[in-house]
Each structure stands twice: as C-alpha cells, then as structure tokens.
C-alpha cells in the first residue's frame, strides 16, 4: 500500500511569514495527526483527526497554528506568522481503527531564519 | 511527559543480539506498549506492540515482564541498518495518540 504522503520535504522563510503544510494518510484511515519535532527531541503531538472531525488539538499553539481536514481525507497544516522557534519536523501520520500502530509520513523540514 | 524510563543510547556489535530495555512502572491495565525507530532523517516506523503476552514479528520480538512494569525490545541479528532512535511507548491504542520520550539511540558497530 501506498504511504503517508506530505509535501513540500523542505521549506525556508523569513519570521512573520506564512507557511503551509499537506498531508494524504493512507487510504481509508480514519485517524489523523499531526507531530512537531525540533531537533534532538521525540516527536510532540500538535492535533488528532478522525475523519474530519478534531479529536484533540491541546497542544496546538491555536494563535499562530491552523490545521484542516475538511473531506476527511488529506489534511493541511498552517503556520501563520512564523516565529524561529518553530524551526521543526512536522510529521503526519495516520492510523486506522483499534490498536494498529502509525504510520509516518517523511515529514517536512521547517526553517525558519 | 513521557511515561516510560528508556537508557539514552547503547552500542551493540552487527550480527549480535540488539535488547532494549524499557521500564513503564504505571502502566494502567488496559494500555498497551509500543516500539518505534527513526532512522536519520525519516519518520518514525511501528516495530512491534504487545499487551501482556509475548510478541514476535518479522522485525523483532517483545518480552514484557509478568507484572507489565518493564519490556524488553529484542533485534535478533542487529545489522548496520539498524541505527536508529529507539522509542517505547506506553498507550490505550485506538484514538489514544502516542507520547514520545526521547528514545535510545541504538548504535550497531560492525
């Protein structure tokens, strides 16, 4: 079966500006997440989906982080204004029902300068 | 924070027996443990997830301890490939996310 898709592998900008992030989970997974990695850390879970409903969004910085997934399927990830401390990994990954494991997209490597 | 206890790195020769070890003194008793790896530069990859009963797959195989408080994560015939970080990872499974620590960095020497 196909993977996690995310796009773009790489992204740089400038503080204060936008950024957006895209996820395609794998067909007919229901559960969606999205994880913040910075160097040298484990992965931090920023919002759950399932479907296209939100599940848990208490770690997301709701002040500058948006995230939708309006068809229940793919799903997009916001990041507006940047500030350098969101230099990241933003990892998607998805999962079907029960207690099967995740699977992770490659992620996007954020930089902001 | 993480609820599991993992060493922050250990070596281990190719070819030999790789045994993580991974200590989750309160795990509750309807959640189950996890293991993941990262390799340099890619996503985490599911390993292996057990309840109480021993698991073995074509990756590995886990050893959870009678009392559930400690697991053992076992890589038969470690080889270059496997260096990677380690994660154990304590959850109800489902719509439960997963709440990493950070890991043990597992170096194969050759």
């Known amino acids: 079966e196909a993977g996690v898709a995310q796009s773009p592998r790489y992204k740089i900008i400038e503080k204060r500006q936008s950024v957006a992030f895209w996820c395609n989970p794998i067909?007919?997974?229901?559960?969606l997440y999205w994880y913040q990695q910075i160097l040298g850390q484990g992965p931090k879970l920023l919002i759950q989906?399932?479907?296209?409903?939100?599940?848990?969004d208490s770690q997301l910085p709701k002040d500058r982080f948006s995230a939708e997934r309006l068809k229940g399927v793919d799903s997009t990830l916001k990041i507006q204004p940047a500030k350098l401390e969101d230099s990241a990994v933003y990892l998607c990954?998805?999962?079907?029902?029960?207690?099967?494991?995740?699977?992770f997209g490659s992620g996007t490597r954020l930089t902001v300068v | 924070d993480a609820k599991t206890t993992q060493p922050t790195s250990m070596d281990c020769a190719e070819g030999r027996a790789a045994n993580l070890p991974c200590n989750h003194s309160?795990?509750?008793?309807?959640?189950?443990v996890y293991w993941y790896r990262q390799i340099h530069s890619q996503g985490p990859q599911y390993i292996i997830h057990?309840?109480?009963n021993n698991e073995t797959n074509e990756m590995a195989s886990l050893i959870i301890t009678e009392d559930r408080k400690s697991s053992t994560l076992i890589l038969p015939h470690a080889t270059l490939r496997d260096t990677a970080v380690y994660y154990c990872?304590?959850?109800?499974?489902?719509?439960?996310?997963?709440?990493f620590g950070k890991g043990t960095h597992l170096i194969i020497q050759p």
């Open positions: 990954a998805s999962t079907s029902t029960g207690t099967a494991g995740y699977t």
């Open positions: 067909s007919g997974h229901a559960t």
């Open positions: 989906f399932q479907n296209n409903g939100v599940v848990d």
């Open positions: 309160t795990i509750s008793g309807n959640e189950y």
């Open positions: 057990g309840l109480k």
């Open positions: 990872i304590v959850s109800g499974g489902g719509a439960d996310g997963l709440t």
